[in-house]
């Protein structure tokens, strides 16, 4: 019998990071800026990396597919945000995160110039 394969669900991976100091919640603006939910600090995509991601699907539905993104931006802030993966995945989000320098997973980004 094969051993099963245990499913991390989102909430323990964000407890997990929040452990880790990935504390503050960022959302993505229309003018392409990451900020703080409050808005008091908002960062162009190049001020921003992506230390993980985390991607999630649904067992029967395409629209549960999601990801998670921790993130540490150029002043030491360390933070999470969430998207809806594939299909379903929010243009303005996605786009923000192939500017994006991560630490070692391969995201398709455009030629920097």
């Known amino acids: 019998m094969?051993?099963?394969v245990e499913l991390t669900s989102?909430?323990?991976?964000l407890?997990?990071?929040?452990?880790?100091g990935y504390a503050t919640e960022f959302r993505i603006t229309e003018d392409g800026l990451l900020?703080?939910?409050?808005?008091?600090?908002?960062?162009g995509p190049y001020e921003?990396?992506?230390?993980n991601f985390y991607r999630f699907e649904g067992e029967?539905?395409?629209?549960d597919m999601a990801?998670?993104?921790?993130?540490?931006?150029?002043?030491?802030?360390?933070?999470?945000?969430?998207?809806?993966?594939?299909?379903?995945?929010?243009e303005t989000v996605?786009?923000?995160?192939?500017?994006v320098e991560d630490l070692g997973k391969d995201i398709d980004k455009p030629d920097r110039k």
Do not use: W
């Open 48 to 51: 921003v990396r992506i230390t």
């Open 60 to 63: 029967t539905n395409p629209g």
């Open 10 to 13: 989102m909430v323990t991976i």
């Open 94 to 99: 996605e786009n923000f995160m192939k500017q």
């Open 67 to 90: 990801i998670l993104y921790a993130i540490e931006t150029v002043s030491g802030e360390k933070g999470t945000i969430v998207d809806a993966y594939g299909p379903y995945a929010d």
């Open 2 to 4: 094969e051993d099963k």
């Open 35 to 43: 900020c703080t939910m409050d808005e008091k600090a908002c960062f």
């Open 15 to 20: 407890a997990a990071l929040r452990k880790e």
